[in-house]
Antibody, heavy 113, light 111 residues
Framework: QVQLVQSGAEVKKPGSSVKISCKASGGAFRSFAFSWVRQAPGQGLEWMGGIIPVFDSPNYAQKFQGRVAITADASTGTVYMELSSLRSEDTAVYYC??????WGQGTLVTVSS | QSVLTQPPSASGTPGQRVIISCSGNSSNIGTNYVYWYQHLPRTAPKLLMFRNNERRPGVPDRFSGSKSGTSASLAISGLRSEDEADYYCAVWIDSLTGPWMFGGGTKVTVL
């Protein structure tokens, strides 16, 4: 089982960017399929994108194309998700997950002026 | 609006059996494995079932999954108070880098 530890809560202004980290331990980092999933208040789970570090070619949900960037740093075993041009509707808990099995604890991002 | 359709709620008394449905089409459920997740408030989602009907190690055998055509279901037998949570079906399309589709979620209440 992989342990995923995410960075802490963020408060951002509309129009700014946020970058969340997800550090993995206990497995073969480069071969995992990492995904980012978010849950807005009162809403369901929503997939944003994914990456397999050994291929280093991220795949993004159409809804977030142009606004999201997912990267992986094998030297530290960390995956990042950066979301730009933030708006209030991006207020959500953001999760990283591996192979659909193990999940990080979640990172609350609040977008407010 | 989710591509995979789940009922918004389901309920039962302790010991009862509850079934949650997940409806899709030939391009998602019809040709891919279905996964089921349990999500408790303020916690990370937990994988219960993978590849339609395989239970993740450590998941009680009260949980079972099935798939037929373009629909899938999760059954919870011997309902317990700790089963009160949101349940999501999910499908990976094409590869593990996605896209990853989720149902809208079903809130299970133990009466």
């Amino acid at each position: 089982q992989v342990q995923l530890v995410q960075s802490g809560a963020e408060v951002k202004k509309p129009g700014s960017s946020v970058k969340i980290s997800c550090k993995a331990s206990g497995g073969a980092f480069r071969s995992f399929a990492f995904s980012w999933v978010r849950q807005a208040p009162g809403q369901g789970l929503e997939w944003m994108g994914g990456i397999i570090p050994v291929f280093d070619s991220p795949n993004y949900a159409q809804k977030f194309q142009g606004r999201v960037a997912i990267t992986a740093d094998a030297s530290t075993g960390t995956v990042y998700m950066e979301l730009s041009s933030l708006r209030s509707e991006d207020t959500a808990v953001y999760y990283c997950a591996t192979d659909g099995e193990d999940w990080g604890q979640g990172t609350l991002v609040t977008v407010s002026s | 609006q989710s591509v995979l359709t789940q009922p918004p709620s389901a309920s039962g008394t302790p010991g009862q059996r509850v079934i949650i449905s997940c409806s899709g089409n030939s391009s998602n459920i019809g040709t891919n494995y279905v996964y089921w997740y349990q999500h408790l408030p303020r916690t990370a989602p937990k994988l219960l079932m993978f590849r339609n009907n395989e239970r993740r190690p450590g998941v009680p055998d009260r949980f079972s999954g099935s798939k037929s055509g373009t629909s899938a279901s999760l059954a919870i037998s011997g309902l317990r108070s700790e089963d009160e949570a949101d349940y999501y079906c999910a499908v990976w399309i094409d590869s593990l880098t996605g896209p990853w589709m989720f149902g809208g979620g079903t809130k299970v209440t133990v009466l």
